[in-house]
């Protein structure tokens, strides 16, 4: 399974973007989707995951201000992130979890900054 995210880049406070992330390769069925993101000398933290059966789950963090959604036909998982706050800036990291396996993409790097 392989993991292709795009979307990062450079937002002013207050901004939005939108991340995605394909997976390809031989799927049957993904049962998690979501994405991680690890800040300059941090922990790799959760952000936000959802489930096949479209249920989401967020870190308190961006609560009300991300939003992820998925397209199960085609296997991609997205992040709406709104309102962004300069200590959003970090590396995005798309996960999918195959039971028992746990994939990763590449990283995207999302800088907030004026």
């Known amino acids: 399974v392989q993991l292709q995210a795009s979307g990062g880049g450079l937002v002013q406070p207050g901004g939005s973007l939108r991340l995605s992330c394909a997976a390809s390769?031989?799927?049957?069925?993904?049962?998690?989707m979501g994405w991680y993101r690890q800040a300059p000398g941090k922990q790799r933290e959760l952000v936000a995951d959802i489930n096949s059966g479209g249920t989401s789950n967020y870190a308190d963090s961006v609560k009300g201000r991300f939003t992820i959604s998925r397209d199960n036909a085609k296997n991609t998982v997205y992040l709406q992130m709104n309102s962004l706050k300069p200590e959003d800036t970090a590396v995005y990291y798309c996960?999918?979890?195959?039971?028992?396996?746990?994939?990763w993409g590449q990283g995207t790097q999302v800088t907030v900054s004026s």
């Open positions: 390769g031989t799927i049957f069925s993904i049962n998690v």
């Open positions: 996960n999918v979890k195959i039971v028992p396996y746990n994939y």
